[in-house]
């Protein structure tokens, strides 16, 4: 079925109340709208010539995995030490002040290596367009260092304009936390009715957070793995691959636009 016809289903069908909150949904940017193996994999191949590490040009596309030090791992590179320089230890602050980690987190200059997801500006303008919703991009990208460059490839891709809630500079927790404090505060003015976020943490955050009846969406690519998964989570490959999926999501949605429903999980 065309990705038209998904929301076309329930199209003039999400009017509210003006009492009522807007609602809205919230997406993800990293490996949720956009790929960024690639701006993973253009990062270390230039660690490599920098480093002379000949080892990590063996890197491709498809060996580049989510986790740095699984990409260095997929090529045979496992010393401690040079996984440390590259990559961080295990924690988020070492991660940022890796030679991947300063590239990938707080550099503009690559975020265009990254590739759109299959789909995805068709279906989320769609949502806009059709069912009236706010669309909302939560990340966990740096405010200072990517702020404005994540708004430009919103805008390269066609996207829909919505607020973009970056990390604070100075934040140096985990995404999901940042995210919970989010969303407990979108929740104060939106009736949220659907999440997109490809992170497990946060998709497994969102669901504890969110009544079951507000679709909780992760794209992944092993959609059929549901190893720590929590029950009620859809997985899609992308937004192409996802289509019964996603006509489900947005028949769940819909119902919550209902007037009276509402996304805040009982007290």
Same mark, same amino acid.
């Given at each position: 079925?065309?990705?038209?016809?998904?929301?076309?289903?329930?199209?003039?069908?999400?009017?509210?109340?003006?009492?009522?909150?807007?609602?809205?949904?919230?997406?993800?940017?990293?490996?949720?709208?956009?790929? %960024?193996?690639?701006?993973? =994999?253009?990062?270390?191949?230039?660690?490599?010539?920098? +480093?002379? $590490?000949?080892? &990590? @040009?063996?890197?491709?596309?498809?060996?580049?995995?989510?986790?740095?030090?699984?990409?260095?791992?997929?090529?045979?590179?496992?010393?401690?030490?040079?996984?440390?320089?590259?990559?961080?230890?295990?924690?988020?602050?070492?991660?940022?002040?890796?030679?991947?980690?300063?590239?990938?987190?707080?550099?503009?200059?690559?975020?265009?290596?990254?590739?759109?997801?299959?789909?995805?500006?068709?279906?989320?303008?769609?949502?806009?367009?059709?069912?009236?919703?706010?669309?909302?991009?939560?990340?966990?990208?740096?405010?200072?260092?990517?702020?404005?460059?994540?708004?430009?490839?919103?805008?390269?891709?066609?996207?829909?304009?919505?607020?973009?809630? %970056?990390?604070?500079?100075? =934040?140096?927790?985990?995404?999901?936390?940042?995210?919970? +404090?989010? $969303?407990?505060? &979108? @929740?104060?003015?939106?009736?949220?009715?659907?999440?997109?976020?490809?992170?497990?943490?946060?998709?497994?955050?969102?669901?504890?957070?969110?009544?079951?009846?507000?679709?909780?969406?992760?794209?992944?690519?092993?959609?059929?793995?549901?190893?720590?998964?929590?029950?009620?989570?859809?997985?899609?490959?992308?937004?192409?691959?996802?289509?019964?999926?996603?006509?489900?999501?947005?028949?769940?949605?819909?119902?919550?636009?209902?007037?009276?429903?509402?996304?805040?999980?009982?007290?």
């Amino acid at each position: 079925m065309n990705i038209f016809l998904i929301v076309a289903l329930v199209a003039g069908l999400g009017t509210s109340e003006a009492a009522q909150k807007k609602s809205a949904v919230i997406f993800d940017l990293d490996d949720t709208l956009v790929e %960024t193996r690639y701006r993973s =994999y253009e990062i270390l191949r230039q660690i490599a010539v920098q +480093q002379n $590490l000949p080892q &990590l @040009l063996n890197l491709t596309v498809d060996t580049t995995d989510y986790y740095c030090t699984k990409s260095l791992s997929n090529v045979g590179l496992t010393d401690a030490t040079i996984v440390a320089k590259v990559c961080g230890e295990s924690d988020w602050a070492s991660e940022l002040q890796s030679l991947w980690g300063k590239k990938f987190h707080a550099n503009p200059a690559s975020i265009p290596y990254d590739h759109m997801l299959a789909g995805a500006p068709l279906f989320v303008n769609a949502l806009v367009k059709d069912l009236g919703v706010q669309v909302i991009y939560l990340t966990g990208r740096n405010q200072e260092a990517t702020a404005r460059a994540s708004q430009a490839q919103l805008n390269y891709y066609g996207f829909p304009k919505g607020p973009l809630i %970056t990390k604070p500079t100075a =934040y140096t927790g985990p995404d999901e936390e940042f995210k919970r +404090q989010e $969303l407990r505060r &979108l @929740l104060q003015t939106y009736n949220v009715v659907a999440v997109f976020d490809d992170s497990l943490k946060n998709a497994n955050m969102f669901r504890a957070e969110l009544p079951l009846t507000v679709p909780v969406v992760r794209p992944t690519r092993t959609p059929g793995d549901p190893s720590g998964v929590s029950a009620g989570i859809d997985q899609i490959r992308d937004y192409l691959a996802g289509e019964p999926t996603l006509r489900s999501v947005v028949e769940r949605a819909k119902k919550l636009k209902k007037p009276g429903a509402s996304s805040e999980r009982p007290s």
